[in-house]
C-alpha cells in the first residue's frame, strides 16, 4: 500500500513496474465496469469515468514522484505536471465535448476526435511515451557509497 499511497522515499524500475502493472489492471477494470455506465447513461456515464480516473491518478502521481526522486530529478511539480497535464486535458476535453463530436452509431454514441481533439491526444500520447521511457527504463540517479 505504501508503493500506491505513501509520499516519501524513492523507488527502483522494478518497483515501478510493479506498481504501474497494478494500477494499469485497476483501471482495465475500471474501465470494464465503468464501460456499461458511459453506455447507459451517456453523459453521467461519462463524468463518472473522469471521477474514475481523477482517483487513480493520485497513486500514479505518488508512484511517478518516489521514481523520479530515484531519478534525481529536481522541481518534481514540472515533471509530474508535464507527465500527466496532457492526459487528463485530453480525458477532461473529450468529457465536455471540446475538441470531440459526439456521433450516434446503430444506438452507441461515440466520440470522435476533431483537430484540436486529435492533437490533443497525440500530446498525451507523447507525454506517456516520454514518461514510460524516463521512470521505467532509465537508470536511477549514482549514489555515493
Same mark, same amino acid.
Given at each position: 500500500? *505504501? ?5 516519501? /522515499?524513492? =523507488?527502483g524500475r522494478g518497483k515501478f513496474w !510493479?506498481?504501474?502493472? !497494478?494500477?494499469?489492471?485497476?483501471? !482495465? ?6 464501460? /456499461? ?10 463524468? =463518472? ?5 481523477? =482517483?487513480?491518478?493520485? $497513486? ?9 526522486? #530515484?531519478?534525481g530529478r529536481d522541481n518534481l511539480n =514540472? ?6 497535464? $496532457?492526459?487528463?486535458?485530453? *480525458?477532461f476535453a473529450q468529457t465536455t465535448g !471540446? /475538441?470531440?463530436?459526439?456521433? #450516434? ?7 470522435? $476526435? ?19 521511457? #524516463? ?8 549514489? $555515493?557509497?
Amino acid at each position: 500500500m *505504501n508503493l500506491l499511497f505513501g509520499t516519501e /522515499g524513492t =523507488i527502483g524500475r522494478g518497483k515501478f513496474w !510493479i506498481g504501474f502493472l !497494478i494500477l494499469f489492471v485497476v483501471g !482495465i477494470l475500471a474501465s470494464l465496469l465503468v464501460t /456499461g455506465l458511459v453506455l447507459a447513461l451517456g453523459t453521467v456515464g461519462q463524468w =463518472i469515468s473522469f471521477g474514475i480516473l481523477l =482517483i487513480l491518478l493520485y $497513486p500514479a502521481v505518488v508512484l511517478s514522484m518516489k521514481r523520479l526522486r #530515484d531519478r534525481g530529478r529536481d522541481n518534481l511539480n =514540472i515533471w509530474l505536471f508535464a507527465y500527466f497535464a $496532457p492526459g487528463v486535458l485530453v *480525458n477532461f476535453a473529450q468529457t465536455t465535448g !471540446i /475538441g470531440f463530436v459526439r456521433e #450516434d452509431l446503430g444506438g452507441l454514441t461515440v466520440s470522435s $476526435p476533431t483537430a484540436l481533439g486529435g492533437s490533443l491526444t497525440f500530446l498525451a500520447f507523447l507525454a506517456f511515451i516520454v514518461a514510460i521511457v #524516463d521512470l521505467g527504463f532509465l537508470k536511477g540517479a549514482e549514489r $555515493p557509497a
